[in-house]
């Protein structure tokens, strides 16, 4: 993958180039349709009409999502100064030189910009971004495969009040990159060191490295999602273990991870209100005791397809208290016997899901219908096969309150 940079600035060219990697050195409308809510307008631009955005501006509109754009985006900008959303997720033909003659000057109003799917966007776009939208704190680039550490390091240069950051299926991203935005290239880039969302799913290239420079520069991080970075691993954990911001951790599909991992998040000073560590082969009922041991304020956890069987389920129960989702679905050694467990203990279940349970029978899922504060209850294909039973079983004989209570809870809604 090439990475184009002969197009970026002079100035921040020449502050960067020094600490790229030897192989980055050597590559070097009139308006179709509107809607309009409060503040915000949804637009397919298709012949261009410079009119169409100081009216928008005029009627207070600040958020703008182009739903299909063929003409230039600078029209938009030019027309709406104080704009400050802009939402072109999903326009696949817009380039580095379309949003080049859009951001020609500083636009100090912008704090959000969604460029998810905008698969033509390279690290030189990145370059427009830090340069004149230093006020940005939102900034989505998931599926901007063509992105680069490069591209990284131009956004840990210049944007550094972004408080939010989507990097999903960044193929060319590694740990260089995430040093960058976690401040290790201090003389080139300060980094974005205010980040509390950042979205690292499907980062192939990412590897225990990257948690290490995450935990030392990016302290203030609320949510972390590494789902299917198939190269990070129990050792990871480690650095995570003592992130005191952290409240949310998304580990799902993450090959490498087992009960040792959850051990050292445990055993670490952390205060989690959120943990997935669904389909996780690796992670089994020892992982339950070590959530109850350390990770025992939990509000929301999922374990979907792992390993996991009644045992787990009553070494857990006891000590969370503060749960109120439970995930275990496709878990097939859970029992009646695990939901009476759940039943008895976590009364302020407010969602299940048991999708896939299939050694669950009628018997558990009456226990688990009489949690007082249960809403939501997934039961995947039950629904077409006993959830009738259920609804007459459980509710037969009541009133017609109780029927649509039943309705409520037994439905699909993962």
Sequence with gaps: METHISCLFPEILAMIFSYLDVRDKGRDASYHKSVWRGVEAKLHLRRANPSLFPSLQARGIRRVQILSLRRSLSYV?????????????????????????????????????????????????????????????????????????????????????????????????????????????????????????????????????????????????????????????????????????????????????SDTGTMHLAMGTLRLSGLDVSFCDKIGDQTLAYIAQGLYQLKSLSLCSCHISDDGINRMVRQMHELRTLNIGQCVRITDKGLELIADHLTQLVGIDLYGCTKITKRGLERITQLPCLKVLNLGLWQMTESEKVRSSVFGGKGKDDEAKAAEILQTSL
């Excluded at 072109?88 to 020609?104: E, I, K, P």
């Excluded at 691993?233 to 005191?244: E, F, N, P, R, V």
């Design 77 to 257: 900008i030019q027309g709406m100064p104080n704009i400050e959303s802009l939402n072109l997720s999903g326009c696949y033909n817009l380039t580095d030189n379309g949003l080049g003659h859009a951001f020609v000057q500083e636009i100090p109003s912008l704090r959000v910009l969604n460029l998810s799917l905008c698969k033509q966007i390279t690290d030189s776009s990145l370059g427009r971004i830090a340069q004149y939208l230093k006020n940005l704190e939102v900034l989505e680039l998931g599926g901007c495969s063509n992105i680069t550490n490069t591209g990284l390091l131009l956004v840990a240069w210049g944007l550094h009040r972004l408080k939010s950051l989507n990097l999903r299926s960044c193929r060319h991203v590694s740990d260089v990159g995430i040093g960058h935005l976690a401040g290790m290239t201090r003389s080139a880039a300060e980094g974005c060191l205010n980040l509390e969302y950042l979205t690292l799913q499907d980062c192939q290239k990412l590897t225990d490295l990257s948690l290490k420079h995450i935990s030392k520069g990016l302290t203030k991080l609320r949510v972390l999602n590494l789902s299917f970075c198939g190269g990070i691993s129990d050792a990871g954990m480690i650095h995570l273990s003592h992130m005191t911001s952290l409240w949310s951790l998304n580990l799902r599909s993450c090959d490498n991870i």
